[in-house]
């Protein structure tokens, strides 16, 4: 199966910035990362941004539209999300998924099959 491989975690200040990586590894069909998606303590996983099936398109979440962008390097099986004018409530672990359910819901965890183990993102006021 794909492995995904999430990095570029770390502390930053409100209003800070920064870029998280996952790379893919493995077999290659349907094994492309297309979403982001992040966790709190206590809280269930969420949605945070994805590609579109034709890559053609890109989803985010309303708690971070226009500030994060979500990006890709097919060639590399790369996908990455630029975050900027963070927040505390940004803090959580970010999980990058692969495998998605064509034709399922792009914001579900249900609809992705493969994920990372994650990377740490804590925003301090």
């Known amino acids: 199966q794909v492995q995904l491989v999430e990095s570029g975690g770390g502390l930053v200040q409100a209003g800070g910035s920064l870029r998280l990586s996952c790379a893919a590894s493995?077999?290659?069909?349907?094994?492309?990362?297309r979403g982001w998606f992040r966790q709190a303590p206590g809280k269930e996983r969420e949605f945070v941004a994805a590609?579109?099936?034709?890559?053609?398109?890109?989803y985010y979440a309303d708690s971070v539209k226009g500030r994060f962008t979500i990006s890709r390097d097919n060639a590399k099986r790369t996908v990455y999300l630029q975050m900027n004018s963070l927040q505390p409530e940004d803090t959580a672990v970010y999980y990058c998924?692969?495998?998605?359910?064509?034709?399922?819901?792009?914001?579900?965890?249900?609809?992705?099959?493969?994920w990372g183990q994650g990377t740490q993102v804590t925003v301090s006021s």
């Open positions: 493995g077999p290659t069909f349907s094994s492309y990362p």
């Open positions: 998924a692969a495998r998605f359910n064509r034709g399922s819901a792009y914001y579900t965890t249900s609809s992705y099959g493969s």
């Open positions: 590609f579109s099936w034709s890559g053609s398109s890109t």
